[in-house]
């Protein structure tokens, strides 16, 4: 495969039974390519390897002053090594291709996967688990992809040598024979140790990251409160942690490495002086006796490989098995089929009206109003606020689906629910990259980018990129915005992504808490533009502020996960307690504010 083909038209269906399955299952998706590369590597191998025949035919023309066979000699050297050079570019040529190409396909796996769950996969998967698996995992199974290749060719040519050495010279090849797989197997053992060992230091690790990601997330809040210094200590013992798991995982594998170079040393050793005290008797000559050592030299090579497929099987079976857990994940809404594409059509809802009703609570958004919702748990709210757009993680198996007209969304493809219903959440996030890229959204195009803007009260926010523009036109849509929107204030960042949201033009918007991090002049502008730019077009918006829920057409007020009264703003305020106690923060919701005060100025 080349690398021009990537990214994968469709990295298909993994395996996730078992971290040995998911490995077994990316093997099987590259069988050509590992061909292709146990195939180069072999005939390097092969070429290596038949440089200690050349060499001894050599030696043993000078030796005998045979100027026809040196010359013969000398031309087969230059062949095995122009040989063995290209042999040994296209494996690396085509053992990198198979890394990278493997690397892929389990990033776009994951980014899939990332995409299925949502926010679901943050809520079961830590957030450095996250981060690390998608990096230093994905780098070790691509490691053990690329590996295997070079490690095949390895088997191969130690195999092909020592019974060439057995028939070549039987009095050494036995020797070689019998002493070739104790080098092999002989770090078998301390496997277990080193991969725990590895393991141990990948956890840790993990955790640095997850504490350094929450750290720096939080790090506004930190030095308001005085606890920076804390954390910091607290990543410093972490660090050092993971440190201290690094060194002992190392010295393991140094071990391992040491074996690897003494024990075939104390064969060659072995050969060496055999093979001279039989060159010595006679019985063997001196072409022979370099040919024999050049064969056993040339064996350290791929007994090397041996090496680095246990390390890289050891690293790579913990990362495959996290990857492949993380691969496992399912949402647990019942009923939905496959994701599907992103480009997944709109499923065509039968009946005239497009209503969005949730039959577990009740709760009813008529089809082209504002209806504002209004709950006194900000969870509920957020847990609500995602089963209205078909993807809760946490439905039970007796609630029913939310309808869009006749038709249950959980009934159809994840990716078409979202492109019909969107959801944006209390805590949107701005990816990196120039304004213009975060607005390139899948869009109907009925709504302009300056109208979604100018609806959100995006004036200051443009000008302030503006100014930060490095561009000479000082076009704010060319300006970068930094990972997650850092470089801008929270109210900054939400009406940016409310902007977003507009610009999608969704037939159903939901809305969680869209103004909570603005003012309240800024706050009545946005409901206003809201109300504008969504006209005749579904919307639902969870808040508490009067100034939205005054502009709604509908107020629904929810409570313990069930609807208890819906109206207008107004309405509520005098005839349901719970909504006017939410709403304006009564410490006796029993009354009504007019009452309260009408009491209080009532004579004793």
């Not at 607290?234 to 798991?245: T, W």
């Not at 969107?422 to 805590?427: G, P, S």
């Not at 900054?492 to 909570?516: I, K, Y």
């Amino acid at each position: 495969m080349s690398l021009r083909s990537l990214p994968h038209a469709d990295p298909g269906v993994p395996d996730t039974r078992s971290g040995f399955r998911f490995l077994l299952w990316l093997e099987k998706c590259q069988i050509r390519a590992q061909a292709t590369a146990t195939f180069w590597g072999t005939l390097n191998m092969a070429a290596f390897a038949g440089m200690p025949a050349a060499v001894g035919l050599a030696v043993q023309a000078v030796v005998d002053r045979s100027g026809g066979r040196l010359a013969l000699a000398g031309g087969l050297i230059l062949a095995l090594g122009l040989v063995s050079a290209v042999g040994d570019t296209m494996l690396h040529r085509v053992a990198v291709t198979n890394w990278i190409t493997a690397a892929a396909r389990v990033q776009q796996l994951l980014a899939r996967k990332t995409a299925e769950l949502g926010s679901v996969l943050t809520r079961r998967v830590a957030a450095g688990e996250v981060v690390a698996v998608s990096t230093g995992d994905v780098e070790k199974i691509g490691w053990f992809v690329e590996a295997l290749a070079r490690f095949a060719s390895s088997l191969l040519a130690t195999v092909g040598v020592t019974v060439a050495l057995v028939v070549y010279r039987p009095e050494l090849g036995l020797i070689v024979a019998a002493c070739v797989p104790v080098l092999a197997l002989a770090v078998l053992p301390l496997l277990p140790h080193a991969a725990r060992r590895a393991d141990e230091q990948r956890t840790k690790a993990g955790k640095a990251t997850e504490l350094a990601s929450d750290t720096v997330a939080g790090l506004r809040v930190l030095r308001g409160i005085g606890g920076e210094e804390l954390f910091l200590a607290r990543y410093r013992r972490a660090s050092q942690e993971v440190r201290q798991a690094a060194v002992r995982s190392a010295r393991m594998w140094s071990l391992i490495s040491a074996l690897q170079v003494a024990l075939p040393g104390l064969l060659l050793l072995a050969v060496t002086w055999y093979g001279a005290r039989l060159a010595l008797d006679g019985r063997i000559s001196v072409g022979e006796l370099v040919t024999v050592y050049g064969a056993v030299v040339f064996l350290l090579f791929p007994l090397r490989g041996f090496e680095e497929i246990a390390m890289a099987y050891s690293f790579s079976k913990p990362s495959a098995k996290r990857t492949a857990r993380v691969l496992s994940l399912r949402r647990d809404t019942l009923g939905r089929p496959d994701a599907g594409t992103a480009d997944a059509p709109r499923p065509q809802v039968s009946g005239t009206r497009r209503d969005l009703y949730d039959p577990a609570t009740g709760l009813l958004a008529p089809a082209g109003k504002l209806t504002a919702v209004v709950c006194g748990d900000p969870d509920a709210a957020g847990a609500l606020a995602d089963r209205l757009g078909g993807h809760s993680p946490e439905r039970a198996e007796e609630d029913p689906s939310v309808l869009l007209g006749e038709t249950a969304l959980d009934e159809i493809p994840l990716a078409a629910a979202r492109a019909v219903v969107l959801v944006q959440d209390k805590d949107p996030v701005l990816l990196s990259g120039t304004l213009a890229e975060l607005l390139d959204v899948p869009r109907s195009g009925a709504v302009a980018a300056g109208d979604a803007l100018a609806a959100a009260q995006c004036d200051d926010v443009l000008e302030a990129l503006a100014q930060a523009s490095v561009d000479e036109s000082g076009d704010p849509m060319r300006t970068r915005i930094t990972e997650r929107g850092r470089s801008l204030s929270g109210g900054q960042r939400q009406r940016l992504a409310l902007a977003r949201s507009l610009m999608a033009d969704p037939e159903v918007l939901v809305l969680d808490e869209p103004t909570s991090a603005v003012d309240t002049h800024t706050e009545a502008r946005i409901a206003h533009g809201l109300r504008a730019l969504r006209a005749e077009r579904t919307t639902v918006v969870f808040t508490s502020s009067p100034l939205l829920l005054d502009l709604a057409d509908r107020v629904v007020f929810v409570e313990e996960g069930s609807v208890r009264g819906s109206g207008t703003h107004r309405e509520l305020l005098v005839s349901v307690p719970g909504y006017r106690a939410v709403v304006t923060r009564e410490t006796e919701p029993e009354l009504h504010p007019f009452e309260s005060l009408r009491k209080a100025e009532e004579p004793a």
